[in-house]
């Protein structure tokens, strides 16, 4: 049994090149929604001991009317706690705003045993020139990622020459890289839009992670392309296509495992962690078809062309 | 033949179950302890395994990261480096003395932008932390203020000042002496330059002798009777005064005199250039070597003995000669604390503050000093705090997916790939356990990010096995046996295990390198990752299968997930 693969291409190039375009144009229209990180700016999660949760209206009017912050959000959370965002702030102004929303919640009549009292889980304040410098840092560290992978595999590949040159397959793996990664950003900006899910800093480690991944795929296909080049000496699409084949289980086999292993921190791994563990199954998930249905398909099309 | 390398290998097995067994108390040490309870029990001996934590990041175990930026702008370019050293040798000593375990304190620096990373892990009361570290206790020796020369014009514009106020008093006086002595409060209220008495009619009450400048005395007390206006202008350092001695009395023996005046101030020099009150010297805390608690010999009230260093002392001699005589004034962040006179020039670098301490006021006095004022301004500019119970229910709930985890994958291990999977998850367990170790020993950082990273990298340190094992089934579908295809299998694997690795090793450097302690943890929990289940799937799981292999398991199809030669596509259990 042999799938036809490579003979498909044009298939698999119609659902990535919706899927690419679909990306590019959520990127485009809403972008992505930037974390506390990048755009400087105080997040405040609190929860309440002994009390009920105060409406989120009003306590945004409190912080609205009493301190004059802007971009005030205040959301809630889990069961019992709130969040609330606004510009990046003092740590004096933090204190007053708690027993601000302290006084909220006071009960002058509730017994010793059970006073309310509102708790501090996490407090970020991020001054604006640091996210500034992070985005910066993050384009910098995708842009060297980049640079060094191609490096990589055209150095690991120099042998191979015929009929495809060596720098060509690093070419290919790096386009199947953008194509994961474009997919998967698109994919939050759109969740962006629709969920306000936010992307922060270990996103960019997400985003940096999948490179390394789908790469690594990439390449694994490649391997026996390489090898089976020295072997038959057919057609180079059939070759390519045998190779896909004979690694066909392995991608998926090690694809899946992977993906179980990521799942569990997706679904059991908490809320902090959860864009981040999302990004990574988009990223792998991606990564895994990109270098079955693309990157081996553009090597034959490249070929082809050449050919021409 | 053979049987010797079986043997080798069955040996090596023994030896890597071993290190596995000791990684695995290691980091678990509840298996050894408990056992080794009840022997105790038993013997009543005492043996166990200290337990050891792992090293949790500020999201795991709550703490904050606090960014300081520094104001270097008053200090050379060439100094700023060091300057920003000083400032978190500072921050160090001051959260030392805080009594947070294992700070993490650290200068980076982004172009212009100088700053402090200050890491306190588990700190409860993270307020006063904040508190503590910026305070700048910021010490200063000033100098009395000297007076500027007036320019040549000031000086004119002063004595043509002085000489209108003078015609004005003249005028003024002339007024008083051509009416009658009732008017003199109305005019006094009208044109007296005093604010303390214009509004009383010039009234100054009842004194005694010596509480005013000693022209009005000796007009009000010798040179006037009561009931007189001076005919003339008394010229004092305030001005001209026109008087008028009201009465007269004796009280506790002494004579004592009402008077009211009419005052037409003048000017002088330091009303035009003020004096400052104190000047700046290159003298302060940072010269500072040491502080103590002494008493005072004889009085006996404690103070607080500084001790400069070279350069301080050499600026402290400088000072002390320069001003004989006159006071010297010690500040603490702004404030004044001690003002002594300076008796002779002071050399060896020591000085002495004596306020009026308490003990527990000089003992914090020289325990602040100590730990050292900051060389340039702080302000905080970024602050992430993460509450303990928060913290809490991340690290149970990573834990418990990485279980979920390493447990779905076993599976899904063992039921694809049967005996060779077997020893997949045994190597996974292994390598799991190698880890682990591995971050506790080095003491590495568990954050949040970083033990999904180690979640990630059992995927990934699955597919080595993955690899290997559809390279051998291959192999076997080809025809080979079973002990040539293992080896086929693990040789022409490596290639691509290697080039793969090597993509993610070096995204990982570069994570690496992107400095942000959460992502870094991440990259290092991966990165390890990575290289020991290079180490683990080509040696580990290798040799357990060289090991467990027979001639005899070639026929059985079932364990390798293998069609039997005839018929039937699935094995049968």
Sequence with gaps: MKLRIIQHRRWWYLISGVLFAIGVAALLIWGLRWGLDFTGGSSLEVDFVNANRPDVEIVRQLIVDDFKLNDVTVQTSGDKSIIMRFETITDETRQQILTKIGELVSD?????????????????????????????????????????????????????????????????????????????????????????????????????????????????????????????????????????????????????????????????????????ALALTMGIFFGAYSSIFIASPLLVSWQKWGKK | MKLSITAKVRLWILAVFLVAITAGTYVYPVIFNTPAGWFNKVTGQHIGIKPTDFRLGLDLQGGTHLVYQADVSKIAAGERSSAIDGVRDVIERRVNAFGVSEPLIQTSGSGDNYRVVVELAGVKDVDQAIKMIGETPLLEFKTEGVAQPLTAQEKKDLAKYNTDAKKKAQAILKTVLNSPLDQFATIAKEKSEDPGSAANGGDLGFVARGVFVPEVDQTIFDDLKPGEISRQLVESSYGWHIIYKVAEREQDGQKQVQ???????????????????????????????????????????????????????KLFEELTTANVGKTIGIFLDNQPISTPTVNEPISGGQAVISGNFSLPEAKLLAQRLNAGALPVPITLISQQTVGASLGADSLNRSLFAGMIGLLAVSLFMLLYYRLPGLIAVIALIIYSCLVLTIFKFFHITLTLAGIAGFILSIGMAVDANVLIFERMMEELRRGRDLLSATNEGFHRAWPSIRDSNVCTLITCSILFWFSTSLVKGFALTLTIGVIVSMFTAVTISRNLLRGMLTPRMDKWYFLFHRPKPVATDKPQA
Excluded at chain 1, 112 to 132: C, K, M, R, W, Y
Excluded at chain 1, 223 to 236: I, Q
Excluded at chain 2, 275 to 303: C, E, I, M, S, Y
């Design chain 1, 108 to 276: 002058p009549n509730a017994p010793d045993s059970a006073v309310p009292t509102v708790n501090q889980l996490h407090f970020e304040s991020i001054g604006p020139a640091v996210g500034q410098e992070l985005r910066q840092k993050s384009i910098w560290a995708i842009a060297l990622a980049l640079i060094g992978i191609v490096s990589y595999i055209a150095w690991a590949f120099r042998k191979v020459s015929r009929p495809v040159e060596s720098w060509k397959y690093g070419t290919v793996a790096v386009i199947a890289l953008a194509h994961d990664v474009v997919i998967t950003c698109g994919m939050f900006a759109i969740a962006g839009h629709l969920f306000g899910m936010e992307v922060n800093t270990p996103f960019i480690a997400a985003v940096l992670t999948i490179l390394g991944y789908s790469v690594h795929d990439t390449i694994v296909v490649f391997d026996r392309t390489r090898e089976n080049l020295h072997r038959y000496h057919g057609d180079f699409e059939e070759t390519v296509n045998q190779s896909v084949n004979e690694t066909f289980a392995r991608s998926i086999n090690t694809t899946v495992a992977t993906l179980l292993a990521i799942v569990a921190v997706l679904i059991f791994g908490g809320e902090t962690i959860r864009p981040f």
């Design chain 2, 259 to 313: 008077a009211s005046h009419i005052l037409i101030r003048k000017k002088v020099e330091s009303d035009i250039r003020p004096v400052d009150a104190w000047q700046t010297t290159a003298l302060g805390g940072k010269q500072l070597q040491r502080a103590q608690v002494v008493f005072d010999p004889n009085v006996g009230t404690p103070t607080v003995s500084l001790q400069f260093d070279n350069e301080g002392s």
